[in-house]
């Protein structure tokens, strides 16, 4: 199975500021990424996929990049309802695997 | 708007068979568009793919879990199913029924259920 890391494993940030998480894969997958939010309580929520494009209805602020095994998620400006956690997915061969989720906090 | 709502006993005695349900709304699993996935979340853990199925039938399982894992559909209810055998407590977790708009290579997971807590316990 291809193992996904990410990191931090949590960050404290202010509404406003700028997030970036990182991802990475034990090998490459080329772009087949996906990023999802979850908040306490809720299921997962599909932000990013093919590692940069916009799921539908997903504010602009969320975006993604990278290739092969490193992928960043950016929040430009940190809003109130994005306090949550983060985890990526690769989707490039069976079984698709997760990364271990990055929390982000209010500071 | 598609829904998907899980349903099933939230407790299992170890050894026994869970079974949970996924009914659907807003779309057809006999699509040819889409497959229909399990995951599941221990509580305070990471996320977990148990396996999916599609319009044809076939189901793709995780290895970890294949073994004892089934997944099979009820198109008349618009209904897919999950059967997971032998359980132990390592199983307690939150199970999430998906949609899947990934391809016959690729899973990616757009529609998700709400979750349901199964517990496995004597």
């Known amino acids: 199975d291809i193992q996904m890391t990410q990191s931090p494993s949590s960050v404290s940030a202010s509404v406003g500021d700028r997030v970036t998480i990182t991802c990475r894969a034990s090998?490459?997958?080329?772009?087949?990424l996906a990023w999802y939010q979850q908040k306490p309580g809720k299921a997962p929520k599909l932000l990013i996929y093919?590692?940069?494009i916009l799921q539908s209805g997903v504010p602009s602020r969320f975006s993604g990049s990278g290739s092969g095994t490193d992928f960043t998620l950016t929040i430009s400006s940190l809003q109130p309802e994005d306090f949550a956690t983060y985890y990526c997915?690769?989707?490039?061969?069976?079984?698709?695997?997760f990364g271990p989720g990055t929390k982000v906090d209010i500071k | 708007q598609v829904q998907l709502q899980e349903s099933g006993p939230g407790l299992v005695k170890p050894s026994q068979t869970l079974s949970l349900t996924c009914t659907v709304s807003?779309?057809?699993?006999?699509?040819?568009?889409?497959?229909w996935s399990w995951i599941r979340q221990p509580a305070g853990k990471g996320l977990e793919w148990i396996g999916r199925?599609?319009?044809?039938?076939?189901?793709n399982y995780n290895p970890s879990l294949k073994s004892r894992v089934t997944i099979a559909r009820d198109t008349s209810k618009n209904q897919f199913s999950l059967k997971l055998s032998s359980v132990t407590a390592a199983d307690t977790a939150v199970y999430y029924c998906?949609?899947?708009?990934?391809?016959?290579?690729?899973?990616?997971?757009?529609?998700w259920g709400q979750g349901i807590l199964v517990t496995v316990s004597s």
């Open positions: 199925m599609y319009v044809t039938g076939s189901p």
């Open positions: 807003g779309d057809s699993i006999s699509s040819w568009s889409y497959y």
């Open positions: 090998q490459g997958i080329s772009s087949w």
């Open positions: 998906t949609r899947d708009r990934g391809d016959e290579d690729s899973v990616i997971l757009d529609y």
């Open positions: 093919a590692a940069s």
């Open positions: 997915q690769q989707a490039s061969s069976f079984p698709p695997t």
